[in-house]
């Protein structure tokens, strides 16, 4: 296998590092957030690590050959992740990252780590699964994005999971037009601040 044919598999502890590299490098919109970030790692903090720590099997990677260089991961049961997010993870990084009223970028994160509860919506009851994905710019558009999707859905659909949804940033043009491609539609969610998209998990 070379760089030039990734291939998609499931998670493994191994992948840890190169997935909370690939979700600070496509942080901030969809780009990098290092140079805005002064510690970047409140990203994999909040939106990587503990999907990976509570449900790895429905976390998948697209491997280049050396290490991972995109990733999808997420929940079956948001009502339950937020529940045991904020009994379990957020206590083991809260000292790390304490709750400020400051304004910064970084201020601004650690409320949302601090607010598992934000993830719930009435409107997203029927949806009751969510998502994050990723990949590095020099693998984008080359059909990776869909074929991690799939295997997440797929693996969601075979849990008897009937829909999942997702939040994104509204100005994030390039992913909007993905999640599009993938059947993906907009979501009535009163929040200003966040695009919410859902579907289906049965396969097209």
Known sequence: MSPADP????????????????????????????????????????????????????A????????????????????????????????????RWPLTDGTSRTDHLVRLLHDPERLLWPELEVYPAHLHIDLLPDYQGRGLGRVLMNRFLGTLAARGVPAVHLGMVPTNYAARAFYDRLGFVQLDVPDPTTTYLGRSTAAD
Do not use: N
């Open 60 to 95: 998948y990677v697209v491997d280049d050959g050396e290490r991972a260089v995109g990733y999808i991961v997420g929940t079956a049961d948001t009502v339950a992740f937020v529940k045991r997010y904020r009994g379990e993870w957020l206590p083991s990084v809260a000292d």
């Open 7 to 58: 291939v998609v598999r499931p998670y493994d502890d191994a992948d840890l590092d190169a997935v909370r590299d690939i979700c600070v490098r496509t942080g901030h919109e969809g780009g990098d957030a290092r140079p805005l970030y002064p510690d970047p790692s409140i990203f994999p903090t909040a939106f990587a690590d503990p999907y990976v720590a509570f449900e790895p099997e429905l």
